[in-house]
């Protein structure tokens, strides 16, 4: 069984970073494509960015572009996500996954919270 494990969320200022970490259990991710995910307060699952499973290719959505940086470490099996100048409306829980979505269960998040 898949167990996604995020983590490096935290409590943060408008401006400021954080690096938040998915760690992947019970199956290698190399040949897997990649993304993270948010969940705002009362809002819907968005996806944030993707990346392929050599790193060739990654894109965002255009709230986090230029902001936020999406990579890998295959031989880890873990997946990172670098935010950068963070604002209020970055507030999320965060959450890891393949993409397209298939069987994969989801873990618990990464409570991402952005002071003003």
């Known amino acids: 069984q898949v167990q996604l494990v995020e983590s490096g969320g935290g409590l943060v200022q408008t401006g400021g970073s954080l690096r938040l970490s998915c760690k992947v259990s019970?199956?290698?991710?190399?040949?897997?494509?990649m993304a993270w995910f948010r969940r705002p307060p009362g809002k819907e699952l968005e996806l944030v960015a993707t990346?392929?499973?050599?790193?060739?290719?990654?894109i965002y959505t255009e709230s986090v572009a230029g902001r936020f940086m999406i990579s890998r470490d295959n031989t880890e099996n873990t997946l990172y996500l670098q935010m950068n100048m963070l604002k209020p409306e970055d507030t999320a829980v965060y959450y890891c996954n393949q993409h397209p979505v298939r069987t994969w269960n989801w873990g618990q998040g990464a409570q991402v919270t952005v002071s003003s």
């Open positions: 019970g199956r290698s991710i190399s040949s897997e494509k």
């Open positions: 990346i392929t499973w050599n790193s060739a290719e990654t």
